[in-house]
């Protein structure tokens, strides 16, 4: 038995160290495929849950990877904030969307949509990052009240409890804030009070619970902090809608906006066209 043990041990580590070991490939592979534009950003729509229709996108980045095929950021996005490797790619994955937003409001200048990106802490952190956002909106043209930055909560309040210092002056430039994922960490609207957020996105679980037959605790739970946010002139969207019933019932809540496969999947560019066209009918 004790051998047998050690044998399983020793899988065990080998396998560990097997996993290590392609996760350090996959790091190390980084930097060269950003230079070999294997990333690429999709954007996934939003609407205005009253009327269903197209607001905004959320800005998603993918990575064909020439040997694995596309990986999921979910996978790569954490190895890239245990390298640096975020700083670069978080850059990269701004001045696309920007670009690809300005370009949508110059073609479609009747209902611009605005675009929501996805900003680490490691980001939001780095000095240069309020600079850096500058120089991207005046090279693409970007109106600023058209970009909106996604920060989790628990990137927002992480070890010292102190937000970003950029953000204030990014809020001051038009540019607007969202918590990403609420609900998923320290769930507390107080801090909000000391932030200059402007949209709050709903995680999957609460938006999930509102399936179940016995949903009402969700429901209240939902309907005090869309309450909570408002009062405090924030918006709130739902992420994660997949039924029918549930965008009824979030848009009954007073949830403001809805993002999840219900409306749309994560599109790339040329598929947002038609959604963009039927968005502005001049
Ligand atoms: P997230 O910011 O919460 O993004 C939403 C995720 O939910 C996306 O996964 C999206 O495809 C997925 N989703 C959308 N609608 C539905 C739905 O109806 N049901 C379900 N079950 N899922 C839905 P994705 O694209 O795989 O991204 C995963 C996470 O990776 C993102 O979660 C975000 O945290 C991170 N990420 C993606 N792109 C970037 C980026 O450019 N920068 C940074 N820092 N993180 C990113
Ligand atoms: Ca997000
Ligand atoms: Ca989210």
Redesign the pocket.
């Known amino acids: 038995a004790k051998s047998e043990g050690r044998a399983r041990y020793v899988m065990y580590d080998a396998d560990r160290n097997a996993r290590q070991a392609a996760r350090y490939a996959l790091a190390a592979d980084m930097p060269d495929a950003l230079d070999r534009a294997e990333f690429s950003?999709?954007y996934?729509p939003l609407v205005s849950l009253a009327d269903e229709r197209l607001r905004g996108v959320?800005?998603?980045?993918r990575w064909r990877h020439p040997v694995l095929g596309e990986l999921?950021?979910?996978v790569f996005?954490p190895l890239a904030e245990e390298t640096g490797m975020?700083v670069a790619?978080?850059r990269h994955?701004l001045r696309t969307a920007c670009a690809q937003a300005a370009e949508w409001a110059r073609r479609f200048p009747g209902t611009p949509v605005f675009v929501s990106?996805?900003?680490?802490v490691a980001?939001a952190r780095e000095p240069a990052f309020p600079a850096e956002v500058a120089k991207i909106l005046a090279d693409t043209g970007l109106d600023p009240r058209l970009l909106v930055l996604?920060l989790?909560e628990s990137a927002i309040m992480d070890t010292d409890g102190a937000p970003p210092a950029a953000l204030d002056g990014l809020a001051g430039s038009g540019i607007r804030i969202a918590i990403?994922?609420f609900g998923t960490g320290y769930s507390n609207l107080a801090y909000l009070r000391r932030l200059p957020v402007h949209i709050l996105?709903l995680?999957?679980p609460f938006v999930d619970g509102l399936r179940s037959a016995d949903a009402s605790v969700d429901e209240q739970i939902v309907e005090t902090i869309v309450r909570m946010a408002h009062a405090l002139g924030i918006s709130v969207t739902a992420?994660?809608?997949?039924t029918r019933p549930q965008a009824d019932r979030l848009r009954d809540l007073g949830c403001d906006t809805g993002?999840?496969?219900?409306f749309a999947?994560?599109l790339p560019p040329a598929a947002m066209l038609p959604l963009l066209h039927d968005a502005d009918p001049v």
């Open positions: 950003v999709v996934q959320e800005a998603l980045v999921s950021p979910d996005i975020i790619l978080g994955v990106v996805n900003v680490t980001q996604e989790t990403d994922d996105k995680a999957g992420e994660a809608v997949e993002q999840g496969y219900l999947r994560p």
